[in-house]
């Protein structure tokens, strides 16, 4: 069974940074492109970045272009989105999931929580 666990997010002032992380099991993750999302109060899941299967190519959404990285570690079946220079619009819960449209992939984690105030 596909899981997707996320973690490390928390409240951080404007300015600041956070890295979150996601451990995936159930399926070969090497084989996969991962994205990042978020879903802020009120409004729909959004993609946030992408990588390739084997980290080589990565893509971010024009709102955080230039302050979040996204990476992978294939051997530990990990996911990390590196934030910085954080702003209170990135305020919303972090998920992770494959960048492929299978119904294996419909099942979402609980998303961890970051909120970005003073």
């Known amino acids: 069974q596909v899981q997707f666990v996320e973690s490390g997010g928390g409240l951080v002032r404007p300015g600041g940074s956070l890295r979150v992380s996601c451990v995936a099991s159930?399926?070969?993750?090497?084989?996969?492109?991962m994205n990042w999302y978020r879903q802020a109060p009120e409004k729909e899941r959004e993609l946030v970045a992408a990588?390739?299967?084997?980290?080589?190519?990565?893509n971010y959404a024009d709102s955080v272009e230039g302050r979040f990285t996204i990476s992978r570690d294939n051997a530990k079946n990990t996911l990390y989105l590196q934030m910085n220079r954080l702003k209170p619009e990135d305020t919303a819960v972090y998920y992770c999931?494959?960048?492929?449209?299978?119904?294996?992939?419909?099942?979402w984690g609980q998303g961890t929580q970051v909120t970005v105030s003073s």
């Open positions: 999931n494959a960048a492929a449209s299978l119904p294996m992939f419909n099942n």
């Open positions: 990588i390739t299967s084997i980290g080589g190519f990565t």
């Open positions: 159930g399926f070969t993750f090497s084989r996969y492109a």
